[in-house]
């Protein structure tokens, strides 16, 4: 039987909510300022306006919802995954402002591709778009990628509650430090000081590249935003194509890996434990995925002869490859020649590297690494148990930042979570079929949302059929998520409606 | 006559190389175009290494690069790279950003797919660049309605702030 939750689980979930969006209203306040300093007034109104909504939304919320109860389970995942959803719709109100999105689903299409850090985008005339504009779409990737919840949890330490529910309902369930609240303030902090470095090193850079001091620093800031956070937004519509630099293309690389490395790897080299770098099952497997997936790809492009020569199938292969393993979806090509030029070997290559992902705790999407080292080391447990004598124990051990006994559990939960990326990645290409996109198009376009990556081969455009931007836009939420917190939300709604007293 | 000037078989020679000269000539200068960016990157193939006439609005920022620079002009639809020598870009004034619309270009030059002098980028290799039309400031009229919208929501704000400072109160009466 279904219980029907009370009124105090919707107050719970209702306060919490208002608090996160306070948290984002003070996020909106960063363009506005930058467009008051370069004198972009409208571009400050549509974000004066975003910002009064938000800030009215999250007052009300806290003023009608008001509650001291201590959150449950159910209650703390469902505030993360609707708290996702109402920043989608509040961070679309200055995009769509600004005219450079032919709708608001195009607009909330964006602002969840930058939350989930995927990188799709439907934005018309990007190269004319305004800095604050510009800066408001990486920011929201850098909020999405570090997590809208621990974005609050670091505002307001003191209001919430059972903060590592709603934490957990982001797709975090690793604690770095034992308090959640410290944990987030050290992703905050790792993430502050590569801020500074990739800045520094994408702005030094695009000066030598030709560019403009303020604009070299300027793109350096959002395109570390959005590499360090697996996005892959950039503020020119050509992507990193337009910098035709390998300098740049060679730093992106090294911020995409960083972002794709578990917080808690991070946390380890810091604290001088170099050695966990080469033992980490997730680095391991990482190594080999990238190995595997690029002998296809390489071996794909060799087939059809696409880029003769080592330099360019390193800027070209590699680094589409790369991109996309790592969730990132930075591109130095056009959408169109993945499908014109690539051929089907290589196509397949991208799609299982997007597929698999980075690390966990990281801002990657997909699989991720630590499932499927698990699900290998699995296997070979139950080769092992089956070569050896009936009466034989055998102990599967694998190393992540300490030894952990592989046991049936964590083996089921790995594989359930892979099961339900790869039915996710078959439906959104079924959709795609529906409307007539041929499979290898429609099962890339489905893989890149679901996976987060945000590389394209060209579905991915503004007269695309709405059916298919809220598929989209509803893989690309559930990805970010992985599941449970979406599901733990449906089933609230559903308790709600069908429960019982 | 012929005969006392030139020997027969220059002669005839002559004669071949004027009957095929149009042709021979129509497959190493032809200049195509001008094309859509969607026509080059779709048939990319087709038109790589042929001289092709692109135009477009310069934008974002002219990148010099020692004796040469880059330059990525938009259509409309995409922007493709140029790459092209310094002196080519001394008249391009304006490059295209939210205050400026930039200058419009017609470019000729060689179209690559895939460029083996930069790392395999789609792009075109410049021979001659012209303005078609000048660039200018944008002037961006600041729009009444989102100012109205604004001093509204902040009035609503304002309510939202004074009840939650009222419940506040309330809350705190209540609990005493």
């Known amino acids: 039987m279904i219980l029907k939750p009370h009124a105090e689980n919707f107050k719970i979930i209702g306060f919490y909510l208002g608090k996160i969006l306070v948290g984002l209203a003070i996020f909106e306040c960063i363009p506005l300022i930058l467009a008051v300093c370069l004198k972009e007034f409208n571009p400050a109104l549509d974000f004066f306006i975003g910002t009064l909504i938000t800030l009215i939304l999250g007052f009300s919320l806290q003023a009608l919802f008001f509650s001291k109860k201590f959150m449950n389970w159910t209650e703390g995942l469902s505030i993360a995954s609707i708290s996702w959803l109402a920043a989608m719709f509040l961070s679309a109100v200055p995009l769509y402002l600004s005219g450079h999105w032919a709708s608001y689903l195009d607009a909330c299409f964006e602002t969840m591709s930058g939350l989930a850090t995927t990188g799709l985008t439907l934005s018309q005339d990007l190269d004319h778009l305004s800095f604050s504009h510009n800066l408001w779409r990486h920011l929201i990737m850098f909020i999405g990628g570090q997590g809208i919840v621990i974005i609050a949890l670091s505002f307001f330490a003191k209001g919430f509650s059972g903060a590592f529910k709603m934490y957990v309902g982001e797709a975090r369930d690793e604690k770095i430090m034992p308090n959640v609240i410290d944990t987030s303030r050290f992703i905050w902090l790792v993430s502050m000081v590569y801020f500074f470095l990739g800045t520094l090193s994408l702005g030094a850079s695009g000066i030598l590249n030709g560019m403009k001091p303020f604009t070299s620093f300027f793109h350096g800031a959002c395109v570390f935003m959005a590499a360090f956070d697996t996005g892959g937004f950039t503020p020119q519509s050509q992507n990193i194509l337009y910098y035709h630099s390998f300098s740049y293309e060679l730093i992106t690389i090294v911020i995409m890996l960083l972002g794709a490395v578990n917080f808690k790897l991070h946390y380890a080299v810091w604290t001088g434990k170099r050695k966990e770098m080469f033992k980490n099952i997730e680095t391991v497997t990482l190594f080999f995925a990238v190995l595997t997936t690029l002998l296809i790809t390489a071996y794909g492009l060799k087939l059809t002869n696409t880029y003769p020569g080592a330099v360019m199938l390193f800027r070209k292969g590699f680094y589409q490859l790369i991109s996309g393993h790592t969730g990132t979806g930075y591109s130095t090509i056009y959408a169109r020649q993945f499908i014109n030029e690539w051929g089907n070997l290589a196509l397949v290559g991208v799609i299982f590297a997007m597929a698999l992902g980075g690390a966990t705790c990281s801002t990657t999407g997909a699989i991720k690494m630590l499932r499927i080292g698990v699900i290998f080391k699995a296997l070979f447990q139950d080769i092992k148990k089956i070569m050896l004598p009936e009466k034989a124990i055998v102990v599967q051990k694998f190393h992540h930042i300490k030894e952990i006994f592989l046991d049936d559990k964590l083996a089921r939960v790995s594989l359930m979570i892979t099961l339900l990326y790869l039915l996710l990645y078959l439906f959104g290409a079924l959709i795609g079929m529906c409307f007539g996109y041929p499979f290898l198009d429609s099962l890339f376009e489905s893989t890149s949302a679901a996976a987060n990556v945000g590389l394209s081969c060209g579905i991915t455009q503004v007269g695309m059929p709405a059916a298919l931007k809220l598929t989209y836009i509803f893989q690309m939420w559930i990805g970010r998520l992985e599941f449970i917190s979406v599901f733990t939300l449906f089933g609230i709604i559903v308790s709600a409606i069908k429960g019982k007293r | ?176």
């Not at chain 2, 027969?8 to 960016?37: D, E, K, M, R």
């Not at chain 2, 038109?47 to 990148?63: A, I, L, N, P, W």
């Not at chain 2, 008249?91 to 030059?109: L, M, Q, S």
């Open chain 2, 1 to 176: 006559m012929i005969k006392k000037i030139l020997p027969l078989h220059c002669f005839i020679a002559g004669v071949v190389v004027l009957f095929f000269c149009p042709a021979l000539l129509a497959q190493t200068v032809s200049i195509t175009g001008p094309f859509s960016s969607g026509e080059l990157i779709e048939h990319a193939k087709s038109h790589d290494k042929q001289e092709v006439v692109f135009k477009g609005e310069v934008v974002g920022e002219v990148m010099p690069r020692g004796n040469f620079f880059w330059v990525n002009i938009n259509d409309g639809a995409n922007a493709i790279g140029i790459w092209a020598e310094k002196k080519l870009a001394s008249d391009i004034k304006y490059a295209g950003d939210y205050k400026t619309t930039g200058d419009v270009i017609e470019v000729v030059g060689v179209f690559n797919r895939a460029c083996p002098e930069h790392g395999g980028d789609l792009d075109i290799h410049a021979r001659a660049i012209k303005i078609i039309k000048a660039g200018n400031e944008r002037e961006h009229k600041i729009n009444k309605d989102k100012i109205k919208l604004t001093i509204t929501l902040s009035i609503i704000l304002c309510l939202t702030l004074i009840l939650q400072v009222y419940k506040l109160l309330l809350r705190k009466k209540l609990a005493k």
